[in-house]
């Protein structure tokens, strides 16, 4: 998951509750098929046409197509510094980086495609702002030193948040994120090795390297959502077999990862509070700001409507394109039915 | 500057200018598999470009890497076609671009196969696969636009009509050193003209579109005189490499 599947809290502080439901205990629902919790509590996969309670086929189609919409909407911040990447094996990279989110976009769409849905009607509700993708994208990438900062970080807490989902209940989900998971981790080492170069350069690209670190750091630990304490949808999802850890684990996963690797960059991380914890064997890291990423959910981050409105300028720009390969399949069609027809 | 590098930074201009254009096509395709596959067509374009240049540096022999040649070199040093440098206009005229561009780029690489230049026999054995796949997407994407919609026919035959003037630069052999034929370094362009027009104009008739008529348009890309969006084109490029003088990536 990229991470931004919760309601986002009301303004007076209540949450407001996914299509799910919100949080507390959740009874099985009255249309789950007898044996189906059974068959998930001993890690066997639903397959597509396994009976499935209602619930649990939409939490599915929403969390895979935000993840789509996520993988597609990435193309764009990274897309950005295509033209201008300072060398042609980072331009060679870094297209095919971009090229694998394209295609991460095509396996978890027809991934969502086996719970009868259509990939256009997901475009469509992306399009209209009905269903979210991934907010880490809503902000801009400003130097080169944030492709590697992006590759390093963003791909790097996406993988935590996904490596559980390669063991999610519904089959084919988890076999789209065995491909898609081998991929980002090769992203992530791409991303750190550019920063390393960085780091390890002139004082211009030493700094360049900083800065983006510190303006990705935090949006990347919101990337694994609010504490555990304020999130939705978690305890249905965990029962479900499609969460395996919670929010505020996975993103201590990330932190303990993550801290020495930026050592190993010789970059800092922008939070003064971050140190190691003897005690916890954990990396202990300061309050997360919250407030920020639930603006930027609602849309108003940096980047929000100008990552829409270029996805929506693309579909509708193509429209005519994708109307006329229709038309040309149909006549082909209409063709070889009238030359069987002549020989039959 | 010997005239077997002129001739390798030619090849290598067309292919890398070409693919720094593709590029701008990631993340706005009509559709998510064209943004895949026109990824993937800019990475073979890129990869062939990167061989090329890199070629180029080791026959000069005075240090210039690839990247030194892609991003330190100024306009009029490009030797690359007018076709590929001009921005793209719809999709329809960048696949009319991108059939023209890749049936030419077959046909040379096929010829290029048995150059006495080993490593250009060499690019040449892995380019000419890739370039079929992209004459191949390129023409069912022309047919698909051709013999599809009204909006579509129309615009297939608009973009067809943008980009035909400028493929005739492609064959003007004027620019290859007459000893690098005789050598058997080089191909004679103009040589390939021939199986080029068949092949396009067989996609262009089952299109149900008309071969255009119009007049060749006014070159000099073999020279370094270049359109006027070549300088933005390289402007966008190069201006990152060129504000780090010295750096590495
Ligand atoms: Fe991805
Ligand atoms: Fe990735």
């Known amino acids: 998951m990229y991470g931004n599947d919760f309601g986002v809290p009301a303004r007076d502080g209540r949450d407001t509750p996914g299509p799910t439901g919100g949080t507390g205990t959740t009874p099985a ?11 998930i509590d001993t890690d066997a996969r639903i397959e597509p046409r396994d009976a499935m309670p209602e619930a649990y086929r939409n939490t599915l189609v929403r969390q895979i197509a935000q993840h789509a919409h ?44 086996t719970l009868g849905v259509d990939r256009a009607d997901l475009l469509d509700a992306l399009h209209a702002g009905r269903q979210k993708y991934s907010s880490i994208f809503n902000y801009p990438t400003l130097t080169w ?9 963003v791909d790097g807490a996406a993988i935590a948040n996904q490596v559980p989902l390669c ?31 960085l780091s390890h350069g002139t004082e211009a690209q030493k700094a360049m390297a900083q800065d983006a670190v510190n303006r990705w750091w935090w949006p990347s630990l919101m990337m694994f959502g609010p504490s555990d ?59 997360i700001d919250f407030a920020e990423l639930f603006e930027v959910i609602r849309g108003n981050g940096p980047c929000n409507k100008q990552r829409l409105d270029h996805r929506v300028r693309a579909h509708e720009e193509g429209a005519w394109v994708r109307e006329a390969a229709v038309a040309y399949a149909r006549k082909k069609q209409e063709r070889a039915g009238s030359t069987t027809g002549a020989v039959a | 500057m010997t005239e077997h590098v002129r001739y390798v930074l030619a090849l290598a201009d067309d292919v890398l200018v070409a693919s720094q254009r593709l590029g701008g096509w990631i993340a706005r395709a009509p559709e998510l598999e064209e943004d895949v596959a026109l990824a993937n067509i800019g990475l073979d374009l890129l990869g062939q470009a990167r061989s090329l240049l890199t070629h180029a ?63 250009l026999a060499a690019v040449a054995a892995k380019a000419v696969k890739e370039v079929d796949y992209h004459a191949d997407h390129a023409r069912m994407w022309v047919l698909r636009l051709g013999d599809g919609t009204e909006e579509s026919h129309r615009r297939m035959q608009a973009g067809l009509e ?57 070159t000099g890309g073999r020279r370094g005189i270049h359109t006027e969006e070549m300088g933005y084109l390289l402007a966008e490029m190069q201006h990152l490499a060129r504000s780090h003088p010295g750096a590495s990536w």
């Open chain 1, 29 to 39: 629902p009255p249309d789950e098929p007898p044996g189906f919790q059974e068959l």
């Open chain 2, 162 to 218: 943008a980009e035909w003037p400028y493929a005739e630069e492609l064959f003007d052999g004027s620019y290859v050193d007459a000893a690098l034929l005789e050598t058997g370094v080089a191909v004679d362009p103009s040589t390939l003209r021939e199986r080029w027009a068949g092949r396009v104009v067989a996609v262009v008739e089952e299109a149900t579109l008309t071969v255009p008529t119009s007049r060749p348009a006014v």
């Open chain 1, 70 to 113: 996520s993988e597609i909407i990435g193309m764009q911040p990274e897309g950005n510094w295509i033209s201008r990447a300072p060398s042609l094996r980072r331009k060679a990279i870094l297209m095919a980086k971009v090229q694998d989110e394209a295609g991460h976009g095509l396996y978890l769409y027809a991934a969502a495609e």
């Open chain 1, 145 to 153: 030193a944030d492709v590697g900062a992006i590759g390093w970080l």
């Open chain 1, 229 to 287: 304490a304020d999130s939705t949808h978690s305890e249905q999802s965990m029962r479900w077999g499609i969460k395996r850890f919670s929010n505020d684990e996975l993103r201590q996963r990330f932190v303990d990862m993550t801290v020495p690797q930026a050592d190993a960059l010789g970059l800092t991380l922008p939070d003064p509070d971050l140190c190691w914890n003897d005690e916890r064997g954990h990396y202990d890291f300061g309050e």
């Open chain 1, 167 to 197: 063991r999610c209940s519904y089959g084919p989900y988890a076999r789209a994120m065995i491909r898609v998971c081998k991929e980002e981790s090769f992203h992530q080492r791409q991303g750190f090795e550019a920063l390393h170069t």
């Open chain 2, 57 to 119: 540096g080791a026959l000069e022999g005075e240090g210039r890497d690839e990247d030194a040649l892609a991003y330190f070199r100024d306009e009029r040093d490009f030797l690359n076609v007018h076709l590929v440098e001009r921005s793209h206009g719809d999709f329809a005229a960048t696949m009319a671009r991108l059939l023209l561009l890749s049936t030419y780029l077959h046909e040379l690489w096929t010829a290029l196969l048995t150059s006495t230049d080993d490593t």
